[in-house]
C-alpha cells in the first residue's frame, strides 16, 4: 500500500518551454503533497508543499511564478516548470504523507528534467 | 535551526561486513526519524522510522537504527550487508505528523566482494 506514482521518468525540454510533472496518490488521499528537488548527489531539497484546494506553499527562494503547483484532487498535485531553463534541470521527486500508525512519507520515483 | 547531519559522504565496506551509517538530528523537540534509501534515478524508499517507544526499530531488508536522545542520533545498522544494498541513504526528520521532513545530505554505499 501507500503508493506514489510520479509521471513522467524523466523528459527533455527546449529552453522556454514548459513541463508539468504528475504526482499521483494511488491507493491513499494525500490533502498535503511535498515537492522536493534534488541536485546530482545532492540531498533533497522542499520546494514547496502543496495543499488540495487552496494555494501551495513556497519555500523561501523558490519562484512561484517559475514552479506552479496545482493540487486539483486528493489524489493528485502537479508541478509545472514554466518557461523552463538549462538551470531547471534537476530530478524532481514528490512526496505525500499517509497518517496514523502506517505514518511515513512516501515518495514517486521521480522525473528528470533535462532543459536543452 | 533545525538541520539533518550525515557526517559520511562515501563509506566502502566488504560483502558480508557489518555497516553503520551515522545521522544527528538538531530539533527543538524530538522529532520523527527517518531513514531512507535511493537507487539511481529512483526515488526513495523508506527503511525504517522511529516515532517514539523503543529506541530499537527494525525495518526492511534487514535494517535496524537506534535512537540516542543524549547524542541526538538515529544510527543505521546492519549486520551483514550484501552487494544489493549499494545505493545512497538519506536520514530524515520532521516534526508533527504529516509534515515536510528535512534530508541529510546523505551517504554513497558502496560494497566491494
Known amino acids: 500500500g501507500a503508493v506514489v506514482s510520479q509521471h513522467p521518468s524523466w523528459v527533455i525540454c527546449k529552453s522556454g518551454t514548459s513541463v508539468k510533472i504528475e504526482c499521483r496518490s494511488l491507493d491513499f488521499q494525500a490533502t498535503t503533497m511535498f515537492w522536493y528537488r534534488q541536485f546530482p548527489k545532492q540531498s533533497l531539497m522542499l520546494m514547496a508543499t502543496?495543499?488540495?484546494?487552496?494555494?501551495?506553499?513556497?519555500e523561501q527562494g523558490v519562484e512561484k511564478d517559475k514552479f506552479l503547483i496545482n493540487h486539483a484532487s486528493l489524489t493528485l498535485s502537479t508541478l509545472t516548470v514554466t518557461s523552463a531553463h538549462p538551470e531547471d534541470s534537476s530530478f524532481y521527486i514528490c512526496s505525500a504523507p499517509t497518517l496514523g500508525q502506517g505514518e511515513a512519507l512516501h515518495f514517486g520515483n521521480g522525473t528528470r528534467l533535462t532543459v536543452t | 535551526a533545525q538541520s539533518v547531519t550525515q557526517p559520511d559522504i562515501h563509506i566502502t565496506v566488504s560483502e558480508g561486513a557489518s555497516l553503520e551509517l551515522r545521522c544527528n538530528y538538531s530539533?527543538?523537540?524530538?522529532?520523527?526519524l527517518f531513514w531512507y534509501v535511493q537507487s539511481p534515478g529512483q526515488g526513495l524508499q523508506l527503511l525504517l522510522k522511529y516515532f517514539s517507544g523503543d529506541t530499537l526499530v527494525q525495518g526492511i531488508k534487514g535494517f535496524e537504527a537506534e535512537f540516542k536522545r543524549s547524542q541526538s542520533s538515529f544510527n543505521l545498522r546492519k549486520p551483514s550487508v550484501h552487494w544489493s544494498d549499494a545505493a545512497e541513504y538519506f536520514c530524515?526528520?520532521?516534526?508533527?505528523?504529516?509534515?515536510?521532513?528535512?534530508f541529510g545530505k546523505g551517504t554513497t554505499l558502496s560494497v566491494s566482494s
Open positions: 530539533y527543538g523537540a524530538t522529532p520523527y
Open positions: 502543496s495543499n488540495e484546494g487552496s494555494k501551495a506553499t513556497y
Open positions: 530524515a526528520a520532521g516534526g508533527q505528523a504529516g509534515t515536510a521532513l528535512i
